[in-house]
């Protein structure tokens, strides 16, 4: 499908234009374009090796791109040099797909660890533990603090990951397979702390997954904060909540490196695509 | 027709790039220091043991053996000096290095290649640290401290070896043996005794560093590249130790 030149507005957080990486003869991603906006949530689906853990990679300046030219906070990361990218990245909030943990220091550490590390540095050690704490206390696991992750079950180090990945409050935070190889129920708490963050702070989300649920989810819930639960958005698109902020959640379906479907939720259901398919139970 | 040298030379090319990488980390704000001081107690007071007792074991092997050779000259009075020279110019550098290749070229090579399997490596990236900043140059800095002290023990360990045979089986005085040791060593013995170990250390971490982060495939990945780490150090520091004693020989 012959992709659109994304437009450029002040408020794009993440741009991609043309973007293909090759590892050897393999191609990774293929021709990618799109940008995203302030508080915009994107959903990438695809199956495995479809790319999708590069596309994420490649956003954050983790893989540099044969061709084509990515941009964050619109910078031209393409070509920057390592140390000038930190900066950049501190700013974007980022889940790997297993937590990306570090298993030699305390769930604490990990947590403090953008905060102590990162270029936005916060300078008491009193400041630190107490965005540590709400970080953690947001996931509801301030009682690990001094535990170890490899201590932790794996919805629980996912959790750890958010709080992580958070803690800074950046504007973008990307998602890398949140509920892989979690049961029904952690899978869902997990999507329900990611809607929450994205509507306390109106984050940019990028979450990139294998089921389309999530991608359900975060379309068709949305974080009160008064009752502290998710609540169904209407269909007709008017919202229960107060929340005027809202945007309608994009879908992008990746194919063997290759974006083979862009747009929302009910053009999604209605393709006829059999791969997207394979993705997409069809509505009853 | 080339193609098959491309992989190894790309290797070189990559380690080269690391060490110097490595290298202009030493004069660039982070410095982790609270990281080069837990390597330095993993790398330098871990090994101690085991240093220690090879150390201990050679001196008495070599005495053993040499006064064999020397008694047919009726010199066994002199195998002090034989000792201590082998020891100091060769065995003490090679054997230390080759026991802290073993332990601890695997122990990062598997270190890092489990955090790079695991994404903890892009998540550090991802979070604003430089994991050649943060990983590499700490361990690099902690053995090249380290790798000499450990052989000045090993090699003062191993005369004590020598003393222990000589005293004991070759009825050798105290001061017959420890002077004869002693006089041998000359300024030269010394320094390559001590500048060994030094180029030793950097090939052991580095090497260690670069297998771990080169890492892919999973857990088997880590395991090969464990291996392959200790390997590919041993090698070296048998390769650069020649090179070094034919530089040594000549000088004096």
Redesign the interface.
């Known amino acids: 499908m012959p992709s659109p030149e994304p437009a450029v507005s002040a408020g794009t957080l993440l741009r991609m234009d043309r973007v293909t990486v090759r590892f050897d003869q393999l191609v990774a991603l293929e021709d990618i374009s799109f940008a995203m906006s302030a508080g915009e949530t994107r959903v990438v689906l695809g199956a495995a090796g479809s790319g999708k853990t590069t596309l994420l ?1 490649t956003a ?1 300046g ?1 893989i540099r791109p044969d061709a084509g030219r990515v941009f964050l906070f619109g910078r031209d990361i393409t070509d920057l040099e ?2 000038a990218m ?2 950049i ?2 700013q ?1 909030g ?1 889940l ?3 937590g ?4 030699s220091i305390t769930v604490a550490e990990n947590v403090a ?2 905060l102590v ?3 936005e540095r916060v300078i008491t050690t009193a400041k630190i533990d107490q965005r540590v704490e709400d970080a953690l206390r947001f996931v509801e696991l301030e009682h690990t603090l001094e535990k170890y992750p490899s201590e932790l079950s794996g919805g629980m180090r996912r959790r750890v990951g958010i709080a ?1 990945a958070v803690v800074t409050q950046p504007p973008l935070v990307l998602y890398d397979s949140p509920t892989a190889g979690l049961d029904p129920i952690t899978a869902n708490t997990i999507m329900a702390l990611i809607a929450k963050e994205r509507d306390l702070q109106n984050t940019a989300t990028l979450i990139v997954t294998q089921r389309y649920q999530d991608g359900q989810l975060m379309a068709n819930f949305r974080y009160n904060r008064n009752s502290g639960h998710l609540e169904p958005i209407s269909r007709n698109g008017d919202v229960r909540d107060h929340g005027s902020n809202l945007r309608p959640t994009t879908f992008m379906v990746m194919k063997e490196g290759r974006v083979v479907f862009e747009g929302s939720e009910a053009e999604l259901e209605a393709s006829t695509d059999r791969y997207i398919g394979k993705f997409v139970p069809k509505r009853a | 027709m080339l193609e098959f040298l491309k992989p190894p030379v790309e290797a070189i090319q990559d380690f080269y790039s690391l060490a110097g990488l490595a290298l202009r980390n030493v004069f660039r704000a982070p410095h982790y220091t609270d990281d080069i001081a837990l390597q330095m107690d993993i790398i330098g007071v871990g090994s101690l043991p085991i240093i220690v007792l090879t150390g201990f074991f050679s001196g008495v092997v070599i005495t053993m053996q040499m006064s064999r050779a020397l008694a047919q000259y009726g010199a066994t009075g002199q195998v002090g000096q034989i000792v201590a020279i082998t020891l100091v110019r060769e065995l003490g550098p090679v054997l230390t290095a080759l026991l802290v290749a073993g332990r601890n070229a695997s122990g990062i090579a598997s270190e890092l290649g489990s ?1 790079k399997v ?3 490596i ?9 994991p050649i900043q943060k990983l590499v140059t700490p361990r690099m800095l902690a053995t090249c401290v380290m790798l000499p002290m450990l052989t000045i023990i090993a090699d003062f360990v191993g005369i004590f070896g020598g003393y222990v045979i000589a005293y004991f089986t070759l009825n050798l005085t105290s001061s017959q043996y420890w002077t004869n040791a002693y006089q041998a060593l000359e300024y030269n013995d010394i320094v390559q005794g001590l500048l060994k170990p030094f180029v030793f250390a950097f090939v052991i971490s580095l090497v260690g560093c670069f297998y771990g982060l080169r890492t892919s495939g999973g857990t088997q990945g880590v395991g090969r590249a464990t291996t392959q780490a200790v390997v590919v150090a041993s090698v070296w520091v048998f390769v650069i130790t020649a090179l070094l004693t034919r530089i040594f020989v000549n000088l004096t």
């Open positions: 990679k954050l983790l390592e140390r930190y900066e990245r501190s974007v980022v790997f797909q297993e990306g943990l570090f298993d660890y953008p590390n990162g270029k992580r | 955090m695991t994404e903890q892009d998540a550090m990236r991802a979070l604003g640290t430089d």
